[in-house]
């Protein structure tokens, strides 16, 4: 079975200050993980995804998440936040990359001027 | 090229009728799901066509939800009745390798 779990349900960050959101998961089988953003109105984006190749993973828009086994943890970053970065963002996982996903309840990020 | 679509974008209906959505892949996409997220909890995933065959349909709360893909191509997800705590969003995403593509997803509100 598989699990994620995302703290934080909102986050507020000032403008150009750092982007920090938690996600930390449960797998069974080496996982393959997911950051999805959901803009207003629009459907959910692939950020990045983690795929058992390099442990640090860049994605669009300048955001980052680093795989650590030991902590089972994907947290994503962005060093500077922007306005545009305010949206929903996700967590997932899936076992075989082309499965189901299960994702976490999700952060909302406001971007403080 | 067209992503995933989904209709209609919100569905206002009263408990005990039918509603049905529908969702048309990116083009050439054999795989298609259905997912749904109910008052800011977590996107629960439903079920799973490869083509015209369901694969997992494992989510699908119970027999009011019925999913169909004629054809390979476009899926309806029918509500019948609706009930309401169906209410939520429910989210469609097609793939062919490793990258789900996701729709703006359908708003259903039973009131």
């Known amino acids: 079975a598989q699990s994620v779990t995302q703290l934080g349900s909102h986050v507020s960050v000032s403008e150009g200050a750092l982007v920090l959101l938690r996600c930390n998961y449960s797998?069974?089988?080496?996982?393959?993980l997911f950051w999805y953003v959901q803009y207003p109105n629009q459907g959910l984006q692939l950020l990045l995804k983690y795929t058992s190749a390099a442990t640090l993973v860049k994605g669009i828009n300048g955001f980052e998440a680093e795989f650590k086994k030991s902590e089972t943890s994907f947290h994503l970053t962005k060093p500077s936040a922007h306005m545009s970065d305010a949206a929903e963002y996700f967590c997932?996982?899936?076992?075989?990359?082309?499965?189901?996903?299960?994702f976490g309840t999700g952060t909302r990020l406001t971007i403080i001027p | 090229e067209a992503g995933v679509t989904q209709f209609p974008s919100h569905s206002v209906i009263e408990k005990g009728q039918t509603v049905t959505l529908r969702c048309d892949p990116i083009?050439?996409?054999?795989?298609l799901y259905w997912y749904r997220r109910v008052m800011g909890k977590e996107i629960k995933f439903l079920l799973h066509?490869?083509?015209?065959?369901?694969?997992?349909e494992s989510g699908m709360p119970n027999n009011r939800f019925l999913a169909e893909r004629t054809g390979g191509t476009y899926s309806t997800l029918k509500v019948q009745p609706a009930e309401l705590e169906d209410s939520g969003v429910y989210f469609c995403?097609?793939?062919?390798?490793?990258?789900?593509?996701f729709g703006q997803g359908t708003r259903l509100t039973v009131v």
């Open positions: 995403a097609s793939s062919q390798r490793s990258e789900a593509f």
């Open positions: 797998s069974s089988v080496p996982p393959y």
């Open positions: 997932a996982v899936s076992p075989f990359g082309n499965e189901k996903l299960t």
């Open positions: 066509f490869v083509k015209e065959s369901k694969q997992d």
């Open positions: 083009s050439g996409h054999d795989n």
